[in-house]
């Protein structure tokens, strides 16, 4: 029995009631909801059917009473990271924590994301498709508009509503223009971690015009003497700090966005597998460092007596990086990091819960069900009784759609798929110069249109993909990708041991898809088998869809300070801020 809405657990009575007398009642079920300073009580009255009565001689009353509260949700981000670079993938990475974990949970073999950083995060903040609120890592500068629009309301301020204490720790990358951009301002009672995309992992220091200094912050100022220890260290051990002072009863939601797998590639001393090929042992061990800090936090969970109340998310941001002497692995999935391939799309996540929240039936299962990061956002928030509508003015609403259904059947198929459609990315073409592989909608060009404003025409995107469930000519339905574009080259395919030392891989001349390539994903996961000729029909009918999906591109131009008239320079950042990086607009 189900004795949740939202929580899904198996009810077992601890005791029978007194028998009933005189007569055969037929099974009845009484729910009665009421909310208790913040508590669920679920009150299920059993009655055994005739059937039962007859087996069992006595008819017996079963009173299933159990308070329940709102469980802690905590959301693992790891960046960067590949598909092959996790332990019960690949049995080179010690992962023991993660790796137990998802067998313990559900993995999720179907979860898709933006092709590189800054999206993702926008995307599952905001339950916006990326392409309805950011395709860009402009905010890598912190004077960029980029980012998430301040006018949606973000996850973390959906969670305050319905009661939780809220607190993010790591990597923001969603924009810091004014001190409206801010994590403590964006509905996260507490804030520790960088601002901008990536930085040394040691010193926390990185550039952004003629500034080269730290890039740390807490809550509303820079957090000055913190910097200078390794980062895994600095965000994991915050996690367990805010845990261990978090006040009970109140439920958690916590962010944790590592920085970790993303270049530059250090790590502390001590961590270094020998028996591991030399081009890979920085990388596994920074996957090893992340391992035990997930460790430490899931310790001091269980320390707090929170750990059987937790549902936990965790996920890539993005595929791997695997050109140019980076060290990230998506084996077998074809491609990487900045492409819409597999490999930059399609991640690695589970979710893993406690016993009061995942039932027995549920935990090591994989569901194949088709998933996009923004789909947490109606999850989360229907999970604990908000409603996840966010309608403003001037910006699209969310596109989240709340997967707890397909998360509830075990071992779910793609047939069992509530999302039937994931529009990966629209990168309109280039009007007035060259830009890089993660500036796919540039601000500037008010969300890519061209300057006339007329209709793009598929020859003009530059990189695009769209996956639909369809069907084929034979009418068998699956889910067929569209892609686009050249993909920068990086349509490859790594082996299992790669990055090696016989040969580092780099930037392929793979040629991509200029003029559209089609594959049916479900019979051909690593992308190999082009039907763009033998499918004709299913190619015209997404292409048809990517245009229309075109025309509502939104890219997140807006600040409360508009004018740059507005924003002081880096030497006056670096004087007010002392030495550290931070909002540099808006400031009274």
Known sequence: MWCARHFFFHCVCDRTSEILKSRVIRSVELRQHAVVTGFFLEVFVFVMEPLCVYMCVCVYMCVCVRVYRKPHIIIALADDFGWHNIGFRNPEIESPVLDGLASDGIILNR????????????????????????????????????????????????????????AMTGKWHCGARTPANLPINRGFDQHFGFLKGGEDHMTQVLSDEDFRGPDLWHGIGPAVGRNGT?????????????????????????????????????????????????????????????????????????????????????????????????????????????????????????????????????????????IHICD?????????????????????????????????????????????????????????????????????????????GTKLNPSEWRNGALIQQTAGKDGRTSFYKMIWGTQFG????????????????????????????????????????????????????????????GLGVHQTNYSDVDSDAACISPAEMVSRYTGFLGPRCGLS
């Open 230 to 370: 390794f980062s895994t260290y600095l965000y994991g051990g915050e996690a367990v700090q805010i845990i261990h002072g978090h006040t009970l009863p109140q439920p958690l939601f916590m962010y944790l966005p590592f920085q970790v797998t993303h270049s530059p590639y250090e790590i502390p001393p001590g961590y270094v597998n020998p028996n591991v090929d030399p081009v890979r042992r920085t990388f596994n061990a920074m996957v090893k460092i992340m391992d035990q800090a997930m460790g430490n936090v899931t310790t001091a969970l269980k320390d707090k007596d929170m750990l059987d109340n937790t549902l936990l998310l965790f996920s890539a941001d993005n595929g791997g990086v695997t050109h140019g002497g980076q060290l990230g692995n998506n084996f077998p999935l074809r491609g990487q990091k900045t492409s819409s391939w597999e490999g930059g799309v399609r991640v690695t996540a589970f979710l893993w819960g406690g016993s009061n929240v995942l039932a027995a039936h549920l935990r090591g299962t994989t569901s194949n069900a088709f």
């Open 490 to 549: 990086f349509g490859i395919h790594t082996g299992p041991l790669s990055p090696n030392a016989s040969g580092n891989s780099h930037r392929s001349t793979d040629p991509g898809c200029p003029s559209g390539c089609l594959f049916d994903i479900i019979a051909d996961p690593n992308e190999t088998n082009d039907l763009r000729t033998s499918e004709p029909e299913v190619f015209a009918r997404l292409i048809a869809r990517q245009q229309v999906i």
């Open 111 to 166: 979860h898709y994301t933006f092709k590189y950083c800054s999206p993702s995060r926008s995307s599952m903040l905001s339950g916006r498709l990326p392409l309805h609120v950011n395709q860009n890592n402009e905010c890598n500068l912190v004077t960029s508009r980029s980012g998430i629009d301040l006018r949606m309301t973000l996850l973390p301020q959906k969670m305050k509503q319905a009661g939780y204490a809220t």
């Open 376 to 452: 947490w956002y109606a999850t989360f928030t229907s999970l604990v009784g908000v409603d996840p509508t966010d309608d403003h003015p001037d910006v699209p609403g969310i596109d989240s759609i709340d997967q707890w259904k397909v998360l509830m059947t075990p071992n779910a198929s793609t047939q069992d798929s509530l999302r039937t459609e994931i529009p990966l990315a629209f990168c309109p073409q280039t009007y007035g110069g060259e830009r890089g592989s993660d500036n796919c909608c540039p601000t500037a060009e008010g969300g890519g249109w061209k300057p006339n």
